[in-house]
């Protein structure tokens, strides 16, 4: 593959609508594909110039009626020079290409037909409604799903929504002088989506649909301008494990304060225009100072703001999302909390280890053990009891701190772990062992956060439940077994 051609299928392309009212446009051919390219910009007022050797009877028809000026001949450059966008659909690809390069030449933007490599544009599969378009490209790289992903979303969307655009542009000024206030405007449009106005047009009930929102517009001033801040756990990374809940949260956000191993993925879902602020907190990095983030919600609420404290997993499992709470509370910010996948729930998952089995398991804890202090009012007796799963969460710098105690307390040393590294995540790595060599297996395998610890004999269930990613690795192979005490790792 040329260079040029891979640049062409791995860049994106930026989406872009076109007003090509009374711009002329280029078509060279005048077979069926050229129809096809033909009759999607019928529509758009452009003035089609269409040149080919000769045309098929659609073609010429549409020439006949005035809608399209035809001319047989061969292409030739000058032709270019009046076009804003040129279409070349001939069977001969030697053409195309020159009429790629020429379009280049004059900074004309070209689409060759199945030619994605002298394409500059392409032509997306559109659902239409009214004046709504919703356009769907895989940058010509696989048109057959682009139109299998049209026709899913062509399903979802009701006909009456190019109605509800008409109505919204007739009422645009008075909704824009009535609310200045854009979080306010915000809000207030999705209450009007919400509510009856959508339904009403449905029905067919278009007058009564813009007296509903005539309506809604005179109650604006009682919308609410106060800010609220909505506590929202992303999971363990997976973009896919979000709830629909925290998927609607992100895309109403006006600020969103989010932990530093919430991954691009995720936060790529959210408002285009959210304003984005990394209040992360690392295991033996830098720290951010608690109160810091309470100040930035509290301030940013109070502003108006819809803000979304936007945590890994869940934010009442070791999230400090019952800190942020009582501050809201106490400031009088409104506040709602969207729950998360927590990490062990979605890590043991995607390690294939049932957190609680019949055989091996009837309960599960969730522990942290960050830190000396932490670990010093843990219940380490209770934690060694055998019949039950431990999770540790945060627990890759004390390792050798939660072997030594757990031993000390009468937990078995041969007791199987499982350490998942970046749960739920296309990098997602398992390392297993027993419980006596839990450091050193670490260590050999630089171990690095995020990571959790499962450790119970349902780990030893990974072996042959896996179903994620690689297999697991056996961390006995690389690590000698070791009695030795009172090894840390860093994270």
Request: glycine residues 8%; charged residues 25%; contains cysteine.
């Amino acid at each position: 593959m040329s260079q040029a051609v891979a640049t062409a299928t791995s860049q994106r392309l930026f989406p872009l609508f076109a007003d090509l009212r009374g711009r002329r446009v280029l078509v060279v051919g005048a077979g069926s594909v050229a129809a096809r390219k033909i009759g999607a910009l019928l529509d758009t007022g452009a003035r089609i110039r269409v040149v080919a050797r000769a045309a098929n009877a659609e073609i010429t028809a549409l020439a006949e009626q005035g809608r399209i000026a035809l001319q047989l001949g061969e292409f030739d450059a000058a032709q270019l020079d009046d076009a804003w966008l040129v279409v070349a659909a001939t069977a001969d690809e030697d053409c195309n290409a020159r009429v790629a390069e020429a379009a280049a030449a004059r900074r004309v933007f070209a689409n060759v037909v199945d030619d994605v490599a002298h394409s500059a544009v392409q032509f997306p599969a559109v659902i239409q409604r009214g004046r709504l378009q919703v356009a769907v490209s895989s940058g010509g790289a696989a048109p057959m799903l682009a139109r299998h992903v049209r026709a899913r979303v062509e399903a979802l969307l009701d006909e009456s929504l190019g109605d509800l655009v008409e109505l919204f542009e007739r009422h645009r000024d008075a909704i824009r002088t009535r609310l200045r206030d854009l979080p306010q405007r915000r809000r207030w449009f999705e209450r009007v989506l919400a509510g009856v106005v959508p339904r009403l047009l449905r029905a067919r009930q278009r007058a009564a649909a813009e007296v509903a929102l005539q309506d809604a517009l005179d109650a604006a001033e009682g919308v609410d301008a106060q800010g609220s801040v909505l506590l929202v756990g992303a999971g363990p990374g997976d973009a896919g494990l979000l709830t629909l809940r925290a998927l609607r949260a992100l895309n109403e956000a006006d600020v969103i304060l989010h932990d530093h191993l919430v991954g691009a993925e995720i936060l790529a879902m959210a408002r285009r225009d959210a304003q984005m602020i990394d209040v992360g907190k690392q295991a033996q990095g830098a720290r951010v100072d608690q109160a810091w983030i309470h100040r930035l919600l509290i301030e940013h609420a109070r502003r108006g703001a819809r803000v979304v404290r936007l945590k890994g997993g869940d934010p009442f499992v070791f999230g400090r999302g019952g800190e942020e709470l009582e501050a809201l509370q106490a400031a009088g910010i409104r506040y709602e909390v969207v729950p998360g996948i927590t990490a062990a729930n979605a890590c043991a998952a995607y390690a294939g280890i049932p957190l609680t089995h019949r055989d091996h398991a009837q309960s599960v804890r969730l522990v942290t053990a960050h830190c000396e202090q932490s670990a010093d009012r843990l219940d380490w007796a209770g934690l060694a009891q055998d019949r039950q799963t431990l999770a540790f969460y945060m627990g890759v710098a004390g390792l050798g701190r939660i072997r030594d105690r757990l031993v000390a307390h009468g937990r078995a040393a041969t007791t199987p772990f499982a350490i998942v590294e970046n749960g739920s995540r296309p990098e997602q790595r398992v390392i297993t062992g027993t419980l006596v060599q839990l450091p050193e297996i670490a260590l050999a395998h630089s171990v690095q956060s995020p990571a959790l610890l499962i450790l119970g004999e349902v780990a030893a269930l990974a072996e042959r439940l896996h179903w994620f990613g690689a297999a697991p690795i056996d961390g006995r192979c690389r690590s000698a077994t070791s009695t030795s005490h009172s090894l840390d790792l860093a994270a």
